[in-house]
């Protein structure tokens, strides 16, 4: 029974599954907060190019 238990708290092989999974998480938060920036920066610049275009299409 003692050498069960002791194996069973030896075991890594779940751990390794887990640490994955954080790594996963963390590079999906870190995705989603650049590509939120950029998706910012690129609305910004796209609303200044047809500020621009409107502006130089009026006579």
Request: aromatic share 8%; net charge negative; proline share 2%.
């Amino acid at each position: 029974m003692f050498g069960t238990v002791k194996a069973f708290f030896n075991d890594e092989s779940g751990a390794t599954a887990i640490e994955y999974g954080l790594i996963a998480a963390l590079v999906s938060v870190a995705a989603i907060a650049a590509l939120t920036t950029m998706g910012d920066e690129l609305q910004n610049m796209f609303g200044r190019v047809g500020t621009e275009l409107k502006t130089a299409s009026t006579p």
